[in-house]
């Protein structure tokens, strides 16, 4: 494939995909990282046919190297996840808005850690990233069935895990 192209699709799904990264492990720098890999792997693997599935075969080269990431550097997480929340303030809003805001971000993630990786995968590539059903099943290796089964699932883990965390509190 030719430099323009590679450029093309840096600068169409950087953005989509550090941010599903990110959600993922969340911490910016390893996202960053991530997506410099996945994109690297690009312009060294990618071939012109893969040119129509680019978006469905970068979120699959992004999520092989976060699973890779992830069993690596496991013990690190933690400390990282509490690090990045601790600079997220936003100063824009109330304090009650701030704290509100901060306590259902932190019951999603909560929930979200809760989740096996492959409804935490599904979810976020389709709800965050909208990513078609087509783009899943070519993403994730699944035909339709399971994709639709799967998310089906996810979503309905999510739910009651939430419900469940509003019970506790």
């Known amino acids: 494939m030719r430099r323009d192209i590679y450029a093309e699709l840096f600068k169409q799904y950087q953005s989509s995909l550090h941010l599903y990264l990110y959600r993922m492990c969340g911490s910016q720098e390893t996202a960053e990282e991530l997506v410099q890999e996945t994109f690297y792997r690009a312009m060294v693997s990618m071939k012109a046919e893969h040119a129509n599935y680019a978006r469905a075969w970068l979120y699959k080269v992004a999520r092989h190297l976060f699973i890779d990431w992830y069993r690596k550097y496991r013990g690190e997480i933690q400390m990282s996840r509490e690090m990045e929340q601790q600079g997220a303030e936003n100063t824009y ?77």
């Not at 409804?119 to 909208?130: P, S």
């Open 93 to 169: 809003r109330s304090p009650e808005e701030v704290l509100t805001a901060r306590e259902r971000t932190l019951r999603i993630q909560q929930v979200m850690k809760k989740l096996p990786e492959q409804y935490r995968t599904i979810l976020l590539l389709r709800e965050m990233n909208e990513l078609s059903y087509n783009e899943l099943c070519e993403i994730l290796d699944m035909n339709m069935n399971q994709v639709k089964v799967t998310l089906f699932r996810a979503r309905e883990r999510f739910k009651v895990e939430m419900l469940q965390m509003k019970g506790d509190n």
